[in-house]
């Protein structure tokens, strides 16, 4: 025995440690006793710490003696796992036989059965933690030999401070082969009643399933909060069959421990019945393995916790709703479609900022900290007839959307009718009713048209009406709340050239005031602002101002409101308001970027307006112009040819060309310009019958643009007088060529920069002009003399005889005809295949454009202005050479050698023959500034 326990010796402990651990085994310090002997707790000294351990001391007199102490640290040595008793060490001194244990500090299971603080998911986990013990011992996977522990019962499974079980007293276990399906020992019956293997007493064969049978036993023990004997009058009553009983006969209620009831799953407790019941089997083949039984177990434990996190839910549900009602969220929280989860009540407040869904999800109330309303939005199909109801899209469409899980409906040209209805308004409060949209393609809606309760009315759609989520917020209309809830019927008009919103619902917010006017120098924009159509957002002046420098409808939308870049006023008046009725005359709606829902078409017919101001900047140089509806994006200017007069005069003056406007939304002809004397202006224009059909959004006062002389044009006007022009016959034959040109003749010169410059004659790059002839004034002796309302310049340069990297312009060199009573002077250039582009401005001026009439004080006054602004064409321009010239395009020059192709189409825009215009040449001169 001594060789034996050799292999033991590193775990020997010395009596006297254990003495002064256990206060020399006093009775203070016992936690148990077994058929070993008393258990008793100590402490040890351990180089970190003192650590707690159990003692349990052999007492021959409880029937177990030497066999089982060795066995026992033969097999804790042996056989290691979390959820089996770890043995620390041993004595065997004198008399004395002590073995150490790793301290349980909850006990034993079975003195806690009864514990009502003992929950059903805590027994739970500890059957399954001793299950996996047991399961270990019986090495299903036949890893090693097969432990039989021949005493399994609650007593012999102990709990640490966390509850975690361990299989202890291995006193009596036997081992066996592994590796055997049915393994079965003959021994003599050990362990404890109650919790033997009836098979096992009876045939003396010991096998795993007689340890599963004790431990179902184990089970109904955790179920019914009682050990399963009773000592009575020393009898013993054991309550194993009549468990079987309540089973069998489902009156489990019967038997389960009252204090739990509450508490569990009937899934959970179902399984884990069903489990322990066939533990109890008396056949050994329908006993289940133990392994089997972990998952079970596992089982059960997964449907109670399920059940106990909803239960968890629920009471802290009802705690919340108890704090929400305290809170005054009790009757907000009642409307909701759904119950709210939340976990506190800033859980609660942030769900209701951002939105309850209510009435079935039609509405979506917003709450502020207060439990009061602060918003409610209306779904888009809450609000529609069943035809376009039909035509909801997928919210599956929608992105970021104001309106989760809503649906929108896509408004195209049709008119779009809807019933907005709020039902949970707060009386007494001044509520704006918003339309929530997005644009959805590129071209945006600018103007909102639609009739509130029959009422005609247009709204201005801001970019500051677009929220980060990319959906605009457009308030249609105020109004006080008498009650909480308000009708309306909002039908919006269709929207031509293709605009399509996605209308996500409307919404109904508290509306709020805007500072008052005599706060920090707002007085000065009192006026304007109590004329405006629609209610204005601003909380500071600069936010006035921006409003203002965006602009607004004024005067019940006749006048266009705005600021310019100095602060000065602008007004454009819409020509609805201001067209003076005549036969003949007709209004139309306009479409997606006009200020005004109608303009006029006139049909190449004469018409008369009436101007009268309201918001002029005094001491301010205005001018009048002709507002142009700008049907074609691509264009920059548009041929008017408009005639006019002052009302009650008879000299007339022309407007050849309307300009586009910085916005890119219309075309302008300025027609006149007067310096303002206040904030009011009248005047009555008169119109002739024209040659295009025009039509007219309205009038517009803007302050004049002062824009300094363009240094470029000094540049391009480096006077042709100082260059030293070398003429060249036969040249041509160096240059390729495209068109068939009779006697070649070109110049070239040399500026003081080096730079290249070129002369044709008009000969070699003019065509379709109607004949040549000799002229002694032209260097060339011959001159292109046109008959026609067109003609083409066409020519193919080699790059090299040009300066490389260097903006070219192109002048034309002629002479006005004799006659020039039909000669407006005014020619439309058209890019053939040249230059990338067509001209900024495609029209230019052979004779000095007419300079637009400053109206004075009185209107007999009229007088040319000095402050003309630069004409955005080109102008001619008188040499000295008795020539004129003006430029018809540039261009650039590679930097490789490649050929230049010219071709420009210049002709009259109204077809009107060009008779004796005469053209000597084409000069081709470098942009002094403009060099790469």
């Known amino acids: ?105 909850r006990g034993s299971l079975e003195r806690i059965l009864n514990d009502v603080a003992l929950t059903w998911t805590q027994r739970l986990k500890i059957c399954i933690d001793a299950a996996k013990g047991l399961s270990f011992l019986h090495d299903p996977n036949g890893t090693q030999q097969r432990v039989l522990h021949r005493d399994i019962k609650s007593a012999n499974i102990l709990l640490d401070e966390n509850l975690n079980a361990k299989v202890a007293d291995f006193g009596l276990s036997k081992i066996g082969p592994a590796n055997q399906q049915h393994t079965f020992l003959v021994t003599s019956p050990v362990g404890t009643s109650g919790y033997c293997d009836p098979l096992y007493m009876d045939t003396y064969q010991l096998t795993k399933e007689s340890d599963v049978y004790s431990f179902g036993v184990v089970l109904f023990e955790v179920l019914c909060g009682r050990v399963c004997y009773e000592n009575s009058n020393g009898r013993l009553k054991v309550f194993v069959h009549f468990w079987k009983k309540c089973y069998e006969q489902k009156k489990l209620d019967e038997i389960i421990f009252p204090d739990l009831k509450q508490q569990m799953d009937p899934s959970s407790v179902k399984t884990f019945v069903d489990t322990a019941y066939q533990c109890l089997q008396k056949s050994r083949e329908q006993r289940p393995e133990i392994s089997l039984v972990v998952e079970k177990l596992k089982a059960a434990l997964e449907l109670q916790e399920l059940h106990d996190l909803k239960l968890q839910k629920e009471h802290e549900q009802e705690e919340m709703l108890r704090l929400a009602v305290e809170y005054g969220y009790g009757e907000i929280l009642k409307l909701a479609d759904h119950p709210l989860i939340y976990k506190s009540m800033e859980e609660l407040k942030a769900l209701l900022s951002k939105g309850l869904p209510v009435n079935g999800g039609k509405t ?243 018409f008369k307006v009436h101007i009268r101001t309201q918001f002029l900047t005094p001491s301010i140089r205005y001018t009048v112009s002709l507002v142009l509806r ?88 480096l006077s042709n007088d100082s260059l030293q022009w070398t003429m060249k016959k036969d040249l041509f034959s160096n240059l390729l060529k495209r068109f068939h040109i009779y006697n070649d003749q070109m110049g070239s010169a040399v500026d003081n920069n080096g730079k290249k410059s070129l002369m044709f004659s008009a000969r070699s790059v003019i065509t379709n002009c109607g004949s040549f002839q000799i002229s002694s004034e032209s260097r060339f002796g ?104 003006v430029k018809v395009s540039q261009f650039q020059t590679p930097s490789s050698t490649q050929t230049i192709y010219m071709g420009l189409w210049l002709r009259t825009p109204d077809r009107v023959v060009i008779s004796g215009l005469i053209i000597e040449s084409i000069e081709l001169r470098p942009i002094v500034g403009h060099s790469v």
């Not at 050799?6 to 203070?28: C, G, M, P, R, Y």
């Not at 009555?684 to 002062?706: R, S, T």
């Not at 230019?844 to 955005?872: A, C, F």
Request: glycine fraction near 4%; hydrophobic fraction near 35%; charge should be negative.
């Open 1 to 105: 025995m001594a060789s034996y326990m050799s292999v033991f010796k590193h775990l020997e402990i010395q009596l006297e440690d254990i003495k002064s651990a256990t206060n020399n085994f006093h009775d203070s310090r016992v936690i148990g006793s077994g058929g070993f002997g008393n258990v008793y707790r100590g402490e040890l000294s351990h180089p970190e710490r003192k650590i707690k351990v159990a003692f349990k001391r052999l007492n021959r007199k409880h029937g177990q003696g030497d066999p089982e102490f060795f066995k026992e640290i033969r097999m804790l040595s042996s056989y290691k796992h979390d959820n089996l008793i770890s043995l620390l060490g041993y004595c065997n001194e004198g008399n004395e036989m002590i073995l150490m244990y790793e301290y349980a500090a």
């Open 364 to 606: 979506l109330l917003l709450v502020n900290d207060k439990g009061e309303v602060i918003c409610e939005r209306i779904y888009i199909e809450a609000c529609l007839d069943q035809i376009h109801y039909d035509r909801l899209t997928d919210p599956s469409d929608l992105k970021n959307s104001r309106f989760p899980e809503g649906r929108s409906y896509f408004k195209y040209e049709d008119e779009l009718k809807t019933c907005v209805r709020a039902e949970f308004l707060c009386p007494l409060i001044t509520y704006s009713l918003n339309v929530v949209f997005r644009n959805a393609e590129e071209m945006r809606c600018k103007t909102l048209h639609y009739r509130l309760d029959g009422e005609t009315k247009c709204r201005l759609v801001y970019d500051t009406y677009e929220r980060e989520d990319g959906w605009f917020v457009v308030p249609l209309y105020q109004f006080p709340s008498d009650h909480k809830t308000a009708d309306f019927e909002v039908n919006f008009e269709g929207f031509p050239n293709g605009c399509k919103l996605q209308v996500a619902g409307f919404e109904f917010q508290p509306f709020e005031e805007m500072m008052e006017l005599h706060d920090q120098g707002l007085e000065v924009y009192q006026d304007i602002v109590k004329a405006a159509s629609q209610s204005l957002f601003y909380k500071s002046l600069e936010e006035l101002k921006e409003l203002l420098s965006i602009g607004f409808h004024i005067d019940n939308h006749k006048t266009w409101f705005s600021l310019n870049e100095n602060g000065e006023h602008c007004e454009m008046l819409s020509i609805a308001h201001c067209l003076i009725s005549r036969e003949g005359s007709s209004l139309c709606y306009t479409e997606l970027y006009s200020r005004f829902p109608r303009f006029y078409r006139t049909n190449k017919k004469g």
């Open 630 to 717: 700008k049907n074609d994006s691509s264009k920059k200017q548009k041929y008017v040819a408009l005639r006019y007069k002052l009302e009650g005069e008879t000299e007339t003056s022309i407007a050849y060309l309307a300009n586009k406007t910085k916005d890119n939304r219309s075309f302008i002809a300025e027609l006149y310009q007067f310096t303002s004397n206040g904030r009011t202006f009248e005047l009555d224009i008169v119109f002739e019958d024209h040659i295009e059909n025009l039509e007219v959004e309205g009038i517009l006062l803007q302050p004049l643009e002062k824009v300094e002389h363009d240094q470029t044009l000094e540049n391009e006007e």
């Open 782 to 885: 011959e001159v292109a003399v046109l008959i026609s309302h067109y003609f083409y310049i066409e020519k193919e340069i080699e790059s090299d005889v040009l300066s490389p990297e260097t903006t070219y312009a192109c002048y034309l060199v002629y002479k006005l005809p004799q006659d020039q009573s039909k000669f407006e002077g005014l020619l439309r250039i058209t890019n053939n295949y040249i230059w990338d582009l067509d001209p900024d401005y495609p029209y230019i001026y052979l004779v000095t454009p007419p300079e637009t009439l400053i109206i004075g004080q009185k209107l007999d006054q009229n007088t040319h202005s000095p402050l003309n602004r630069p004409k955005l064409n080109p102008v001619p321009r008188q040499r000295k050479d008795g020539w004129m010239e």
